[in-house]
């Protein structure tokens, strides 16, 4: 018992000591308008002679006309003595009106402690109160819905979807991913996924017709989906 109390005692110092390591690690969020839109970076800075071992999370949220919009970023990196570096970029077309709040953290590798984070608002009154700030203990953020589109057309497709989506009564467990691709030419294909499996997927047209029918598609593609794991589940469970 005396044993198992001072390992225990032993991996607690040991955890504290790894996140006072990476205490002088601090992340700021950097802004910067490119091509009409905006341009955000995670940056780390470390002020201390020691290298350091973290995961950062970049989390915005976005609201306008068509709804909310969440983009997630995450990682691990390590980091130099004195050494400054950009740990993650997005770009985000933002209306004049739209509503913008992004949120950086850098937690610990080993301790999983927060050791740093920052925050950015734009037009914030267009928020409700909960969205004011992102609980540390729910930074895994499960049931995401992320924008990782590309192009306006790939923009107008998840505003479309992610406002009908946001429509249903019972959200689907698991993170829903809208990604976009080059193809030849210039289109782009655009993949809806639920939790890296791909759902629906198609290539981009120019028109809104088109967009709101594949929004369609990929709605009813994704309860379908979520459909068949349920019943799989309850049979699984017999």
Known sequence: MKTLIAILVMFSLYNKTSA???AAV???IVTDNHEGGLKIKAVASNSSEIYGDLNYIMVSVKKGKSGSSTNKQSGKFSIKPKETKTLSEMNINLSKNDGLKVFLFLKDEE???VVSKDSL???GDQFDSEVSY???SNLELAGLTIDD?????GQSFYDSFFKKYNQLQTKLEGTVTVSEMPTFGRNTRIVVTIDDQVIHAFLSKPDEESIEAEADKALASLISYNSRNSLRNKEFKY
């Not at 589109?149 to 057309?153: G, L, N, Q």
């Open 20 to 22: 006072q390591k990476n």
């Open 26 to 28: 601090t992340g700021k």
């Open 111 to 113: 301790s999983d402690q």
């Open 121 to 123: 608002e734009i037009n």
């Open 134 to 136: 992102i609980p540390e």
């Open 149 to 153: 589109t590309k192009t306006r057309i």
